[in-house]
Structure formats: structure tokens, C-alpha cells
């Protein structure tokens, strides 16, 4: 397994400086894909300064101080991708992990009350014995429903501490979105209207700000009023 990576040949999405570290870490497989996730060394290091060297990140992590999802991670090169809940709670800090307007992933403070709240998208789904549905997750997490309604493009609200199913936001016209690519990456949306396409190629999105995109890069939020996204896309504005 390659262990580290040029900076100049780090993935886009990962936000560090060019000229301060010749090399950087490289994503372990795990629930995102390389190119759209960012290490925990870099995460924890680069982005929140909660360290200067790699060994005070890994001390920090082996003993256990950093969650993802609610759950202690103690590998540095563990991928950490869109919406991912990071919570600190030592120094009582939560972040949620978003696109910024240039297409980086980037780490924005959480309140304690959504701090357990995780948005998945439903990318996939398949009907297994006893009349019951398995849902696949843009974050690579799967779950058993008895759900009918849910659909591939919608969001569900998952608790990771309960772990349980909270709620669902549909795809759907007049539904305000997250922008995960595209020339309009880190924006806030309203779907106008959805073209189904008829062959394999994605269904387009057109929007009421008078543009449109692939339904792959929409993550529909409805209402939601997560300290975070208004942070980073300016829900409402």
C-alpha cells in the first residue's frame, strides 16, 4: 500500500499548503474515495492545528481522543469525507465536513445539538428477503430499511449515536440543496425541475438560480439548520 503522496500529486480537495511539506499522507481504502476525502493526519494537523508533527497527531488519535460518526479513529491516513461528523470532545469541538467554494473539503464548527445528526445520501438500494430494503449510503455505510418510500437521490437523517433513522429529505422540486461539484461546488440551490434520463447517463438538475448539473452533485438539505452548512453555503442567502 503506497503510505504517502508528492504534495503537487495530493488530490484537489485536500486543502495544504504546497511549498510547507514535500510529502503528504495518502487515504486508506475506507467509506470515501481518495480523491474525495481527506486524511486525518491533514484534517487534524494542516486544517485545525491541533498539532505541528505527525507523531502529536498519532499520539493524539491512539489514545483515542478524535471521533468520526461517534465512533474513535486511531488511523492518521483514515479517509474523512463530505458530512462527516468530527467531534473533539476533550476540547468540546464539533465539525462537519463540506465543500468549499473552490471544490476542497474543509472542516466547519458544528453546535453540540446537530453534533450527532449525520445527512447520508441514498445512492443505492435492494430488496432482500423478509420484504425488507437494504440502503446504500454516499459514505459508503448500508443499512437494512422497512422504509418503502425511500428513493436513490434522497437523504436520509441518521443518528449516529442512537443509531437510527431520524428522518428523510426528498429530491425533489422546491427542494433547497448542497452542491458537492460542478462549477457551482459549495453553493446552496433550489431544484426547479428533474429531467430523468432515459439512457445511463445522469438526470439533470436545473435550478432556480438559472442553472443546471448532474444529479450527482446535488445533496438535497430541505430545511435543515445546521450551523455548518449556513456557515459554508449561506442557506437562505
Known amino acids: 500500500m503506497i503510505n504517502k503522496t508528492k504534495r503537487q500529486m495530493i488530490p484537489r480537495v485536500v486543502k495544504i499548503p504546497r511549498k510547507k511539506y514535500f510529502w503528504g499522507a495518502t487515504s486508506m481504502p475506507g467509506p470515501h474515495k481518495r480523491n474525495a476525502s481527506v486524511p486525518m493526519l491533514h484534517l487534524l494537523r494542516d486544517y485545525l492545528s491541533l498539532g505541528d508533527k505527525e507523531r502529536e497527531i498519532t499520539r493524539l488519535m491512539n489514545e483515542k481522543l478524535v471521533k468520526v460518526d461517534g465512533k474513535a479513529i486511531k488511523e492518521k491516513k483514515y479517509p474523512a469525507g463530505f458530512m462527516d461528523l468530527i467531534t473533539i470532545p476533550a476540547l468540546n469541538k464539533n465539525y462537519r465536513i463540506l465543500y468549499d467554494k473552490l471544490g476542497r473539503l474543509a472542516p466547519v464548527p458544528e453546535k ?126
Open 112 to 237: 453540540d445539538e446537530n453534533a450527532n445528526v449525520k445527512p447520508r445520501k441514498v445512492l443505492n438500494k435492494f430488496s432482500i428477503k423478509g420484504g425488507k430494503t437494504m440502503i446504500a449510503c454516499h459514505d459508503g455505510y448500508n443499512f437494512v430499511s422497512e422504509n418503502k418510500g425511500i428513493s436513490t437521490g434522497d437523504v436520509i437523517l441518521y443518528n449516529v449515536k442512537d443509531h437510527k433513522m431520524e428522518g428523510t429529505i426528498k429530491l425533489q422540486e422546491g427542494s433547497k440543496v448542497f452542491l458537492t461539484g460542478g462549477n457551482h461546488v459549495g453553493s446552496i440551490a433550489t431544484v426547479k425541475s428533474i429531467e430523468v434520463s432515459k439512457s445511463s447517463q445522469s438526470n439533470l438538475i436545473s435550478m432556480e438560480e438559472g442553472f443546471a448539473t448532474i444529479e450527482e452533485y446535488v445533496f438535497p438539505i430541505g430545511n435543515l439548520k445546521f450551523n455548518s452548512v449556513e456557515l459554508m453555503g449561506g442557506v437562505g442567502k
